[in-house]
């Protein structure tokens, strides 16, 4: 099989999540269903916390001074806060394994109709959940060169910018000292996905793929098909020009009234699904790509004295 070049795999995955916008459509419900929860419950902390007072208003309309005045001495506040965060965080990774291993199993099996779809799905979020798992604490130390990057970048741009007096002497320095991190970030989580691909497409024949030696084999994948990283690119660049097209067009426009705080809102959701639409579809590409690769060596046991 010969391996697919960007084009084939843009289009194998759009052909993918067009096959399955049931699956695509549960997947963004839980994933409004996690961000809803957690933020219900921190505007129901800030509710408690400063809604009796007259300058809570005026921060959430966005004046700073009054945004200021009212987190001054509320520590406890933001520290609750900030812990809700955190837990809601640690509760999507947790589910993101049993997603991931639900749509890279839909991908790899391809099955037909709703019910078989959902019947793959759930097989496959279960059987590899603690698979995910392991390979989630391997990933760990693919990402410390990642963090010490981004520690170096944080340092350069904070030297830069304590002393901007315009944006673009703001933005700049920012842009130079996070750009390299996220590049390390996007060439490392791009080798977990890619590990997870091939744990979910291998294992019922190479039970002993192990999430350390997928990783590994991502990782040597990598370097050996650059068009995995690009594919991967592509992705980003779609999401952020989805992004900053939704930021100018929510920026400075009035939306005055409940007619337009929803029109906002259902703008906002619909950005939302796009995006992980396009993440879906990347998955499939992934999926596509990976078939392509030649299988591990199998282990054969050492035959008995």
């Known amino acids: 099989m010969s391996p697919p070049g960007i084009r084939d795999l843009v289009r194998g995955g759009v052909r993918a999540v067009s096959l399955y916008t049931g699956m695509l459509l549960a997947l963004f419900v839980v994933h409004v269903l996690v961000a809803w929860g957690a ?17 809570f208003d005026e921060a959430v309309d966005g004046e700073l001074v009054a945004l200021l005045e009212v987190l001054r001495d509320s520590g406890p ?23 991931a291993g639900g749509v890279l199993a839909v991908f790899t099996e391809r099955p037909r109709g709703r019910a078989d779809t959902a019947r793959c799905f759930g097989a496959g979020g279960a059987t590899h959940f603690l698979v995910f798992a ?36 703001l933005v700049v ?12 970030h996007v060439f490392v989580s791009t080798i977990i996905d890619h590990a997870r691909a091939e744990l979910v497409l291998r294992r019922p024949s190479h039970e002993s793929l192990g999430a350390m030696r997928a990783a590994f084999r991502a990782t040597g994948f990598m370097f050996r098909r650059p068009v995995a990283l690009l594919h991967v690119l592509v992705y980003w660049l779609f999401f952020a020009t989805v992004s900053i097209g939704f930021a100018w067009i929510a920026q400075g426009r009035a939306m ?46 050492p035959p008995e004295a």
Do not use: C, N
């Open 134 to 169: 392991r390979l989630a604490l391997i990933s760990a130390f693919y990402h410390l060169p990642v963090l010490f990057i981004l520690i170096l970048g944080v340092e350069h741009a904070a030297s830069k910018i304590e002393h901007a007096l315009t944006m673009r002497e």
């Open 77 to 99: 506040v933001i520290a609750a806060v900030r812990w809700v965060a955190i837990g809601a965080v640690l509760a999507w990774i947790m589910v993101s394994w049993f997603l």
């Open 256 to 301: 005055m009234g409940l007619s337009g705080a929803l029109a906002l809102f259902a703008l906002r959701q619909g950005v939302v699904l796009l995006r992980l639409a396009a993440r879906v579809a990347v998955i499939a590409g992934q999926v596509d790509l990976t078939a392509t690769r030649p299988p591990p060596p199998r282990e054969v046991a």
């Open 39 to 55: 933020g219900m419950i921190i505007v129901q902390i800030l509710a408690e916390a400063f809604a009796h007072r007259p300058l």
């Open 173 to 184: 320095p920012l842009v130079v000292g996070l750009l390299p991190a996220a590049l390390a």
